[in-house]
Each structure stands twice: as C-alpha cells, then as structure tokens.
C-alpha cells in the first residue's frame, strides 16, 4: 500500500469520512484562505489500519491515532484544535 506523504509546501489533512473536525479544520483553512491538500484515509483504514498507523506515527514523530491528522509544511501540526490554535497565533502575529 502506497501512502501519500506530507506536502513539504503547504497544509496536508488525513481525514475520513463523516469526521465532524475534519471537516471543521478545512472549514478553518478554507476561512483563511490557506490552501491545503486533502487525502481521505478511509481505504488506507479498511485495507491495512495498523499500517496506516505506524505510517503516521514515523511521519508525526509520535503515535496518533485520531482524524483529523494535520501537517504544515510536511511537519506534524496535530488536530483540528492545535491546527486552529496555530492559525490564531498567526494571525496575532501578523496583525497590524
């Protein structure tokens, strides 16, 4: 099984189906006009789950097991939460 890397140049989201905050955080990313590339994760799931996993845990630096998986610029950012606390402070940063 072939899983798609992390963009190195922008947002990636693992997400699946009917996830409530994968939705959420593309909604965020979406409202701040922040491109991102979606991979759906939901064949990865069903075909071989603990692959999957370990394929995230060697990319994240750490294991994780709950959708959505958000990456910045091929580093692991975490879920919706930590992917909106990331923006705010962003934009704090960037407010004139």
Not at 45 to 50: A, N, T
């Amino acid at each position: 099984m072939q899983i798609e890397d992390p963009s190195d140049k922008s947002f990636t989201i693992y997400s699946k189906t009917n996830c409530k905050y994968c939705v959420l955080v593309k909604g965020l990313l979406d409202e701040h006009k922040i491109p991102f590339i979606e991979i759906n994760c939901d064949e990865y799931l069903s075909q071989d789950k603990q692959y999957f996993l370990n394929f995230i845990k060697e990319k994240a630096g750490r294991e994780y097991k709950t959708f959505p998986m958000v990456f910045c610029d091929g580093k692991f950012v975490g879920g919706f939460l930590e992917t909106e606390r990331l923006i705010m402070d962003f934009d704090e940063k960037v407010e004139f």
